[in-house]
C-alpha cells in the first residue's frame, strides 16, 4: 500500500531540493526522517514535513492494518517546476535586468511493502 503528500510553490529552486531528495529514494522513513532533522540544508524542513504528511496519510489509508514505522520507505520522490515570480533590477544606462525567483512542488509516496 502507498500514499502521497504534494507541497506546492515551494519558495527554492527545484535543482537545490533534488540534491537532498537523491539521497532520500529508497530509504526506510526513520532514517529519512532523522537524515532530514539533522540536516543544515533550507530545503530539509520542507521536505521533512511533506514527509511525515505521507507517513500520516499512509496511516490513516491504513487504519485497519498493524503498519509500523520501520516497515515504511520512500518510494519515488520528486521535485518539479511551479511558477516563476518575475522580478528586475535596474541596471547601467537606464536599462533593467531580469530576475526570475524559482519555486518548485515537492511530491513524495511512501509504501509500506517493498516489492
Not at 23 to 49: C, P, T, W
Not at 63 to 70: A, M, W
Amino acid at each position: 500500500m502507498e500514499a502521497k503528500a504534494i507541497t506546492r510553490h515551494i519558495r527554492q529552486s527545484p535543482r537545490k531540493i533534488r540534491i537532498l531528495l537523491d539521497d532520500l529514494r529508497g530509504v526506510k522513513v526513520d532514517k529519512a526522517m532523522n537524515y532530514l532533522h539533522f540536516s543544515k540544508a533550507k530545503a530539509a524542513y520542507q521536505i521533512e514535513k511533506t514527509l511525515s504528511s505521507a507517513v500520516a496519510n499512509l496511516m490513516n489509508k491504513s487504519e485497519s492494518e498493524n503498519l509500523s514505522v520501520d516497515s515504511i520507505y520512500v518510494k519515488e520522490c520528486y521535485a518539479d517546476g511551479a511558477p516563476h515570480l518575475k522580478r528586475f533590477r535596474a541596471a547601467s544606462m537606464g536599462r533593467i535586468s531580469k530576475i526570475n525567483k524559482k519555486s518548485s512542488h515537492l511530491t513524495i509516496i511512501v509504501s509500506s511493502d517493498k516489492n
